[in-house]
């Protein structure tokens, strides 16, 4: 599976939007980019996945680039319970997950 | 959306115990569950791959004595943790996905296990 690069941390603030990069520049043709996320002692949620296109669903939408190379997840209005480790996952559906060491978001008010 | 229940979410044992932990499908069958283990402050590691009806695959480094995983059922997979030592103290959690490839996997709570 390609590997992922993402920033450690970053700090967003409460009600404003929350734009999360990810670099895949290995990704191959029938690689899905997933989003998931870890709230402290409790196990991964699943937030959104896409192939090509741009996808939104009731939590985030996800920006995938033309070339496919990179990602960014959009959480619309962050609030405080937002925060989390969130890994941005690159694999073929119906394969394992790899996590790398995600990005710690820390929503502030 | 997709549930994924486990169970339980926090043991406690003597050294030398074996444990066994429950990761079950509530609304879907799971034809593949994924089993990982968490240590403080690291991201999630894959332990196995537990296809239901046939032996597990194991990572590199992953005893399959020491781990044993049964998928006997499209929603049940268990983990047994055998004569545990205090190193096998970790937050092990597993996923389960559905046979339609355009689903991703979902995940379970995650269970706690400390030996002492």
Do not use: M, Q, Y
């Given at each position: 599976d390609a590997k992922t690069t993402q920033p450690t941390s970053m700090d967003c603030a409460e009600g404003r939007a929350a734009n999360l990069p990810c670099n895949h520049?290995?990704?191959?043709?029938?690689e899905y980019v997933y989003w998931y996320r870890q709230i402290h002692s409790q196990g991964p949620q699943y937030i959104i996945h896409g192939l090509k296109n741009n996808e939104t669903n009731e939590m985030a939408s996800l920006i995938i680039t033309e070339d496919r190379k990179s990602s960014t997840l959009i959480l619309p209005h962050a609030t405080l319970r937002d925060t989390a480790v969130y890994y941005c996952i690159v694999s073929t559906a119906g394969n394992k997950l790899t996590f790398g060491g995600g990005t710690r978001v820390l929503v502030k008010p | 959306g997709a549930v994924v229940s486990q169970h339980p979410s926090w043991v406690i044992c003597k050294s030398g115990t074996s444990v066994k932990i429950e990761c079950r499908s509530l609304d879907f069958q799971a034809t593949t569950m994924f089993w990982y283990r968490q240590f403080p402050k690291q991201s999630l590691m894959l332990m196995a791959t537990s296809n239901e009806g046939s032996k597990a695959t194991y990572e590199q480094g992953v005893e399959k004595d020491k781990f044993l995983i049964n998928?006997?059922?499209?929603?049940l997979s268990t983990l047994t943790v055998t004569s545990?030592?205090?190193?096998?103290s970790s937050f092990y959690i597993c996923s389960a996905k559905s046979p339609y490839s355009n689903q991703p996997q979902h995940f379970g709570d995650g269970t706690r296990l400390s030996i002492l």
């Open positions: 520049s290995t990704i191959s043709g029938n | 998928h006997a059922s499209l929603t545990a030592h205090p190193e096998d």
